[in-house]
């Protein structure tokens, strides 16, 4: 059995935003050669997601498919976008402190707690079958990233690991 893995960086907005990383990891399963497996789309990042849903034609204004920006609007009145502290009990202030002497984060970094409690609900990776050298995401399925933290612009990575014949 065959191991492959890749990484792709993107640059998110400072807002939740989605992104199809389809086309990049149906390049990579290509390339790989492996004819039957699993692929797996993997985010290290706990405030953000890996999901498998339909393409929605239709955007917003900012270009967020509008099933996924519904996929955000339900997730806003389960876990409600962070907007002060005290809001939720993380992050409490040892944090914040250790957030800024050790990595010289802002104080408001850290009020992205609905972005985590979302990750955790939503999960940091799918598991895609690969039959015959295709992923079988179904007629309309797509492959996304998201980046649920909304307090600041960032750098993330996506890892994609192929396991098969």
Known sequence: MASQSRSITLETPARQEFFDVTSQLEDFVRDSRVS????????????CCIVLQEESEDTTYYGTQLLLQDTLNVFAKIAPPARHEG???HPGPIHIRNAGELRNELPEWGLNTDGHIISSILGRSEVIPV????LMLGQFGRVYFGDLDSVRARTRTV???ILGN
């Open 159 to 161: 890892y994609f690991q």
């Open 87 to 89: 809001q939720y009990l």
């Open 36 to 47: 039957d497996g699993i692929a797996i789309a993997y985010s290290p990042h706990t405030s």
């Open 131 to 134: 039959v015959e050298g295709a």
